[in-house]
């Protein structure tokens, strides 16, 4: 069974960094591409940042410039760092692993919480 834990959520204040990450329980970076989301409470969940397993990062209009999204296959994990954050970046992210559905679907973390304020 494969399970993503996302850790490295706080408050932080606004102009603020963060480094979120994602832990596999087996290896799996290297073969489907990852994802962070992000939620709000009544919100569609959206895409924050994913990455190819060949290492192409795609990145939402508002965090361009300010997030990175990083890899280590040998390690099981996914990075997210987040610089210059804002209030409006507050929101439980989540790591994903996009599988594909006829082996069982997307893999999901617990999520994690993040909160930008003064």
């Known amino acids: 069974q494969v399970q993503l834990v996302e850790s490295g959520g706080g408050l932080v204040q606004p102009g603020g960094s963060l480094r979120l990450s994602c832990a596999a329980s087996?290896?799996?970076?290297?073969?489907?591409?990852m994802g962070w989301y992000r939620q709000t409470p009544g919100k569609q969940r959206e895409l924050v940042a994913s990455m190819s397993t060949g290492g192409t990062t795609n990145y939402s209009d508002s965090v361009k410039d300010r997030f990175t999204i990083s890899r280590d296959n040998a390690k099981n994990m996914v990075y997210l760092q987040m610089n210059s954050l804002k209030p409006e970046d507050t929101a439980v992210y989540y790591c994903n692993a996009d599988r594909p559905r006829w082996r069982g679907g997307r893999i999901w973390g617990q999520g994690t919480q993040v909160t930008v304020s003064s």
């Open positions: 087996v290896s799996i970076f290297s073969i489907y591409t």
